[in-house]
């Protein structure tokens, strides 16, 4: 009786590429731990290592354990273990037409940082000087213009934005719950407490108000001079949205668009990339008037009701800034209890609201405030962790 070949153990190369494999995806956002990458050498060791499906299949269940993960792990499996195709990058130096030419997914750009990234054995001076130079940028992007950055800056901005955290910014509401310390009695409890003792009231129940996170509706304009400022405001909403599950979220051009639903994907990429292709007039024209009527007519009873935080978010060069525009400002402000609007034209310390679609809309507003960049973002982090009174006008602009 013949004897089977014994299985490979998988070591030498192949171990040091899974090891190599699991450090980038938990770079790219993936929760990678050491018993994971154990897992995946022992499952090497029973399947057949030339089957490029086999050996996907089982990293995937390995080291996959969210819907959302799915196309990170796709898309960094397929750059890392993929044998170099030169003719390829002969034929990506080759213009091609805009229909030829493949949008890339999702993510994609996060991956591939995560595998360009250098290896962790590095000196400790190294290391050192990578720090300062870390903090030194931090500080330079902290105060610089959201238009004026380079790609690579925009994608740092885009890591700091996503671990902000918005403080819960209590509102009072009108109904009631168990509280120990509440000043209402909660007759209905007492007396069904009173029943085990015969009667006799022995413990008085209290009920005291609930306050809830007030909702938040977000107005972006999304028009050529706002498109810049509009996309890395997306990626705060989208940080947001996990704490307060009550953020809705619409762009506006020419016409209203609703992406809250889309702007709930869990993975940042995903969610903009759903928002991008909701939209038919990115980076087009503006009509604010219009845009702000198709809101209160359809949408204004359905999101601004429990006390709802307005922010608008447009630069006001109304194209046809007339009384409509006013008297929807008007109406936007009577509905919800505090409405702030973000202009990034405030980052000029010569501001004068002189164009008429502004003039038309700052009576309408309680607070004005730039947002051009994480400063100014800061800043309206702390505003809205603190409710002020309805309608309380206030002017910020940015420091010198």
Not at 142 to 171: C, G, N, W, Y
Not at 214 to 231: K, N, Q
Not at 301 to 322: K, P
Request: hydrophobic fraction near 45%; charged fraction near 25%.
């Amino acid at each position: 009786m013949a004897t089977p070949a014994p299985t490979p153990s998988v070591t030498g190369l192949i171990a040091d590429n899974v090891v190599g494999f699991a450090r980038a995806l938990r770079a790219a956002g993936l929760p990678v731990g050491p018993g994971a990458v154990i897992d995946a050498l022992n499952a090497l060791q029973v399947i057949e290592i030339g089957n490029r499906a086999d050996v996907y299949a089982t990293l995937e269940a390995i080291f996959v354990k969210r819907h959302e993960h799915a196309l990170i792990f796709e898309q960094a499996f397929d750059l890392f273990f993929r044998a170099a195709e030169d003719w390829k990058h002969m034929l990506d130096s080759v213009p091609l037409p805009d229909q030829a030419r493949k949008k890339p997914p999702p993510a994609s750009r996060r991956v591939q940082e995560a595998l360009s990234q250098p290896s962790i054995s590095e000196t400790p001076q190294a290391q050192e000087q990578e720090l300062r130079l870390s903090v030194s940028d931090k500080e330079v992007l902290q105060k610089k213009d959201f238009a004026q950055m380079s790609a690579a800056e925009i994608a740092q901005v885009t890591r700091a934005i996503a671990q902000m955290k918005l403080p819960q910014a209590e509102l009072r509401t009108r109904r009631y719950r168990p509280d120990a310390r509440g000043l209402r009695l909660d007759m209905r409890r007492t007396l069904r407490g009173s029943l085990r003792t015969g009667g006799d009231i022995i413990d008085i129940h209290r009920l005291g108000l609930i306050d809830k996170p007030a909702p938040i509706v977000a107005l972006l304009d999304i028009s050529g001079s706002m498109s810049e400022y509009t996309r890395l405001f997306l990626h705060f909403l989208h940080a947001i949205t996990d704490a307060r599950k009550r953020v809705s979220v619409f762009l506006f051009g020419t016409r209203l668009t609703n992406v809250t639903r889309a702007l709930r994907s869990r993975d940042p990429d995903e969610a903009l990339a759903s928002c991008t292709s909701a939209v038919e007039d990115w980076a087009g024209g503006t009509r604010i008037a219009t845009s702000l009527h198709t809101f209160n007519k359809l949408w204004g009873r359905r999101v601004l009701g429990q006390g709802a935080i307005v922010l608008l978010i447009s630069d006001g060069l109304e194209r046809e800034a007339d009384a409509k525009l006013a008297f929807e400002m008007d109406r936007l402000h009577r509905s919800c209890r505090r409405l702030i609007w973000l202009n990034p034209l405030l980052r000029y310390g010569g501001f004068e609201a002189k164009a008429q679609g502004i003039k038309m809309m700052l009576p309408h507003v309680d607070e004005f405030r730039p947002v051009h960049n994480l400063s100014s973002i800061e800043g309206l982090i702390a505003a809205l962790s603190s409710v002020p009174p309805p309608h309380h006008r206030s002017l910020i602009r940015p420091a010198a």
